[in-house]
């Protein structure tokens, strides 16, 4: 079974920094496209960033320049560290992968169960 466990959230002082990590473990073929989400209390959930296998990355205009997105291939982990915090980044932060169970099947989305990150001074 396919799971996505997050790790590195806490609480930090606005300025401050975090580094969440996302390990996927299980039985699979390959990982596409994973990337952060985050969902604040009453708001969506929103893309942060992404990052493809071969490396390509995207980031949400709220973050670029504070935030960024990179993984581990061989250990089927990416990260995200997160510079410059304002407490409008106070959010659940939440891990996304497409992965292929085997060659022959289209990928499917799988997610993490979330990390809170709280911004507040």
């Known amino acids: 079974q396919v799971q996505l466990v997050e790790s590195g959230g806490g609480l930090v002082q606005p300025g401050g920094s975090l580094r969440l990590s996302c390990a996927a473990s299980g039985s699979f073929f390959s990982i596409d496209v994973m990337g952060w989400y985050r969902q604040a209390p009453g708001k969506q959930r929103e893309l942060v960033a992404g990052?493809?296998?071969?490396?390509?990355?995207n980031y949400a205009d709220s973050v670029k320049g504070r935030f960024t997105i990179s993984r581990d291939n061989a250990r089927n982990t990416m990260y995200l560290q997160m510079d410059s915090l304002e407490p409008e980044d106070t959010a659940v932060y939440y891990c996304n992968a497409e992965i292929k169970i085997n060659k022959n099947l289209s990928p499917r989305d799988y997610w993490g169960q979330g990390t809170q990150v709280t911004v507040t001074s």
């Open positions: 990052i493809t296998s071969g490396g390509p990355t």
